[in-house]
């Protein structure tokens, strides 16, 4: 299951991403906004990412102006690494070594095909592991308040 969210200035990229998962029979859970209207980053933020993090859904795709604000947001919750994208070798990447569990795209950055190819390599692209999980556990020890040597 694949969360997502937006605010109102991600609320029209969502709705296409919905629209993809329905065609390639994907299953999705939307925890909003579910109109266009005035709703906050944070919320929409918070709300995914208590849903990656109790385990209900895999991943999550969070849309917003930008795709950073929202990104910023998601990176508050401990256990998230959300990485805001714009290209195809970021969202790559992210997957490949920092095993991203959010990928946030930016409706007033990136058209909707670009968005739907980084939504894709997102969601099949595999962790590497090796040296890389060292790196995810500095990150979880900087959010644990302990030191990183
Ligand atoms: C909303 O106007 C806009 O600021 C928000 O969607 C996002 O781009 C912030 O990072």
Same mark, same amino acid.
């Given at each position: 299951?694949?969360?997502?969210?937006?605010?109102?200035?991600?609320?029209?990229?969502?709705?296409?991403?919905?629209?993809?998962?329905?065609?390639?029979?994907?299953?999705?859970?939307?925890?909003?906004?579910?109109?266009? !209207?005035?709703?906050?980053?944070?919320?929409? /933020?918070?709300?995914?990412? @208590?849903?990656?993090?109790?385990? &209900?859904? *895999?991943?999550?795709?969070?849309?917003?102006?930008?795709?950073?604000?929202?990104?910023?947001?998601?990176?508050?919750?401990?256990?998230?690494?959300?990485?805001?994208?714009?290209?195809?070798?970021?969202?790559?990447?992210?997957?490949?070594?920092?095993?991203?569990?959010?990928?946030?795209?930016? !409706?007033?950055?990136?058209?909707?095909?670009? /968005?739907?190819?980084?939504? @894709?390599?997102?969601?099949?692209? &595999?962790? *590497?592991?090796?040296?890389?999980?060292?790196?995810?556990?500095?990150?979880?020890?900087?959010?644990?308040?302990?030191?990183?040597?």
């Amino acid at each position: 299951m694949i969360a997502l969210g937006s605010d109102h200035a991600g609320f029209y990229l969502k709705e296409k991403i919905k629209k993809y998962f329905e065609d390639k029979g994907i299953e999705y859970k939307d925890y909003g906004c579910y109109t266009p !209207e005035s709703f906050d980053y944070a919320i929409a /933020a918070k709300r995914v990412c @208590d849903g990656v993090i109790s385990g &209900e859904c *895999e991943r999550a795709i969070l849309c917003c102006g930008t795709g950073i604000g929202i990104s910023m947001a998601a990176n508050k919750v401990k256990g998230i690494r959300a990485a805001a994208c714009t290209n195809y070798f970021g969202a790559k990447y992210t997957r490949a070594h920092n095993d991203a569990n959010v990928l946030c795209l930016g !409706e007033r950055v990136i058209g909707e095909g670009i /968005a739907l190819e980084l939504v @894709d390599v997102f969601l099949n692209t &595999e962790f *590497e592991g090796g040296r890389h999980q060292r790196r995810i556990d500095q990150i979880a020890a900087i959010e644990n308040g302990e030191e990183v040597e």
